[in-house]
């Protein structure tokens, strides 16, 4: 992954996170979901991970993070939240990158 994608990554998840934080005031469900991601991000990417591929996970996170949050954390209307949810899980997970700088 190049620096530009993953600057672009980086902007989508903080995004997302804003968005997240907007609709999840008084909306557990959304703190659910957004537990489901973070497990499901564990164990895809590990532990120990770059920034660069974690961008590089989120290229095709959208498939599993439907099932994911389909199989456990479904909710009357929850498509509508996929995107802001992954986003979010990825802005939260970035932290723990090797290289992640703020």
């Given at each position: 992954?190049?620096?530009?994608?993953?600057?672009?990554?980086?902007?989508?998840?903080?995004?997302?996170?804003?968005?997240?934080?907007?609709?999840?005031?008084?909306?557990?469900?959304?703190?659910?979901?957004?537990?489901?991601?973070?497990?499901?991000?564990?164990?895809?990417?590990?532990?120990?991970?770059?920034?660069?591929?974690?961008?590089?996970?989120?290229?095709?996170?959208?498939?599993?993070?439907?099932?994911?949050?389909?199989?456990?954390?479904?909710?009357?209307?929850?498509?509508?939240?996929?995107?802001?949810?992954?986003?979010?899980?990825?802005?939260?997970y970035?932290?723990g990158?090797?290289?992640?700088?703020?």
């Amino acid at each position: 992954m190049s620096t530009v994608e993953v600057q672009l990554a980086r902007r989508q998840w903080e995004e997302g996170k804003q968005r997240f934080d907007e609709h999840a005031q008084g909306e557990p469900r959304l703190l659910q979901a957004l537990d489901v991601v973070l497990d499901e991000l564990r164990r895809r990417v590990g532990q120990t991970f770059t920034l660069g591929e974690l961008a590089s996970a989120y290229g095709g996170a959208e498939h599993w993070v439907r099932t994911v949050m389909a199989d456990f954390a479904a909710f009357p209307g929850w498509p509508r939240t996929l995107t802001t949810v992954q986003d979010a899980a990825f802005h939260l997970y970035a932290r723990g990158a090797t290289d992640y700088r703020p």
